[in-house]
C-alpha cells in the first residue's frame, strides 16, 4: 500500500525541484524576509485559490522591517504574521526558540467532542489499545456497536492489530471509527487504515504539483487511489466522526472514506489542510513549512477549507449537561437503521 503515497512523495519532489530556490541572500532582516517572501511566492500552492495579493502583502510587511529587525523575536513574530494571512494550519516557520502556527481554522468552531462523556457514560468497561487505536464496546445494555478512537495519524498500527479489532467486534451490528481532535499526522496511516473497508481499489482523489513559478502553473491532476487490503475486510456499516479539529492527513482519510461501500460521515466539518507540505530554508538557518502540492476530491474539487460530513451533528450545551453524546448517539441510530437493510 505504501507505494501509492510514495510515488506522490516523489512526484511532489520532483516537480518542486524543478522550482528554483531563491538567490542566495545576506543573513539579514532583509534578506531573511526576501527569502521567505519569494519561497511562498514561487512555491505555496493557494494564492490564486485563496483570493491572495501576495505582493501587496509583502509590501505591508516590508514597510514594518526597520522597526523589528533588531529583535530576533518580534522579526520572528513579523514573518508568522505574514504567513498568517495565508490562513492555513500547514504553514510554520520554525527556529529554535519558537514556531509560528494559524490556529483560526478550529478556534471559531464549536468542539464538539467531549472524551469525558465517551469515558464515563458510553463505554462498556474499559478501552483496550492496540497499536495507536483505542477501542472498546459501546454500553451493551443499549448498543451492539464497536467503537475506535484514534487521535493522531502519527500513531502507527498494524494488520495484527486491526484483525484482532474486528475479530473482537465479530458480532455487532457495526463500527464507530472516531478521529474528532485527530490533528493528522502520516497520509500513509490515512490510506492503511482506510484500505480495511474497501472490496476494490477505488480512486479517492488528485494531487497537483505546481511546475512553476506562476501562482496558477500546475501539473495535470495525479490520481489518488485507496487500496484495498488483501486480507482484511470490514463488510458492516461503518460511521466516521469529525469536527473541525480533524485536519491534514485525518481530512485526507474522511475524504478517502466517502467512497468506502459501507462508510457515512457524521458530527461536524472537518478543519481541511488539503495541502501537502515541504519545507524550505531561510537564510538566518530558520524553516518555513508551506502547503506545495493541492490535495482534491473525486469530483476535482479542493479540500483545504475541510469537507462536510454527511450527517451534521452538533453537541449543545444542553446535550453537555446531561451527558448526551449526540454525535454517537445519531452515528449509532443509522448504523441500527443499515444493519437492518
Known sequence: MKKYIFALFISALAFN????????????????????????????????????????????????????????????????????????GHVNLFSSFDISRYESWFSDSATNYFP??????????????????????LDTTRFNIGYIYYGSFSSGFSDANMRHIMDYFRNVDGLIIDVRHNGGGLITNSERLASYFFTDETVTGFMKFRNGAGHSDFSQPVAVRTPAHPTLHWEKPVAVLTNRHSYSATNDFAVRMRHAPNAFSVGSWTGGGGGMPLSSELPNGWMVRFSASPMLDSEMRHTEWGIAPDYHVVISEEDRENNFEAVIERAAELIKEKARR
Request: hydrophobic letters at 40%.
Open 17 to 88: 525541484s524543478c522550482i528554483d530556490e531563491p538567490i542566495q541572500l545576506p543573513n539579514t532582516a532583509e534578506g531573511n524576509f526576501d527569502a521567505l517572501w519569494h519561497i511562498i511566492d514561487t512555491r505555496y500552492c493557494y494564492l490564486d485559490y485563496k483570493n491572495i495579493n501576495w505582493d501587496s502583502i509583502g509590501v505591508v510587511y516590508r514597510a514594518r522591517l526597520p522597526y523589528v529587525q533588531h529583535c530576533r523575536f518580534v522579526l520572528f513574530d513579523l514573518f508568522g504574521a505574514m504567513l498568517d494571512e495565508l490562513r492555513d
Open 116 to 137: 469525558a462523556i465517551i469515558t464515563n457514560h458510553y463505554i462498556d468497561g474499559r478501552f483496550r489499545i492496540a497499536g495507536g487505536l483505542r477501542y472498546a464496546r
